[in-house]
T-cell receptor, first 114, second 109 residues
């Protein structure tokens, strides 16, 4: 079945450590996105990529980094520079094109920094 | 700045009808989405409106008025499984999605 996978679902890290969140899709979608969701807030865009080997900063990119070496994969690294990394992280993908297409989401990774 | 407003929380009774409102002020408008999100899970697509009017899809309907910067999601014949957060999102002039904070809907028997 086609879809988006994120792993792991729950992740615990010590303060000061970098951590990489995985996102893989087999929907043949061109564009991929990373969002952060905090309680009582909407989704906030961290990074997005519309094509392989290219990505753009979203609204809250500081303290995060990404890569897009393959169309299927868009990993997110939460660095030690991110001041408040504990959150629910969602990866999404969509077809690119002139008409806007709905975003499909992965199941999310809940990161807790101790 | 860009802003999307939704009520934080609503309560309704099983079998009833509920309307969740969304007002927006964005730099341009290229469409509006409604998503459903159960606690701890990913959002799932419900509807997309780009023209004024009502879009009906089973028990769920979504309405848009671009001149008023207003949309609502109407849920009929409420079921317990409809307990979730409902997210409104607007596509701005740069084709970026701007998300509301979501409305938590609590269904009581």
């Amino acid at each position: 079945d086609g879809g988006i996978t994120q792993s792991p679902k729950y992740l615990f890290r010590k303060e000061g450590q970098n951590v990489t969140l995985s996102c893989e899709q087999n929907l043949n979608h061109d564009a991929m996105y990373w969002y952060r969701q905090d309680p009582g807030q909407g989704l906030r865009l961290i990074y997005y990529s519309q094509i392989v080997n290219d990505f753009q900063k979203g609204d809250i990119a500081e303290g995060y980094s990404v890569s897009r070496e393959k169309k299927e994969s868009f990993p997110l690294t939460v660095t030690s520079a991110q001041k408040n990394p504990t959150a629910f992280y969602l990866c999404a993908s969509t077809l690119a094109g002139e008409s806007y297409n709905e975003q499909f989401f992965g199941p999310g990774t809940r990161l807790t920094v101790l | 700045g860009q802003n999307i407003d939704q009520p934080t929380e609503m309560t309704a009774t099983e079998g009833a009808i509920v309307q969740i409102n969304c007002t927006y002020q964005t730099s341009g408008f290229n469409g509006l989405f409604w998503y459903q999100q159960h606690a701890g899970e990913a959002p799932t697509f419900l509807s997309y409106n780009v023209l004024d009017g009502l879009e009906e899809k089973g028990r769920f309907s979504s309405f848009l008025s671009r001149s008023k910067g207003y949309s609502y999601l109407l849920l009929k014949e409420l079921q317990m499984k409809d307990s979730a957060s409902y997210l409104c999102a607007v596509i701005d002039s740069n084709y970026q999605l701007i998300w509301g904070a979501g409305t938590k809907l609590i269904i009581k028997p």
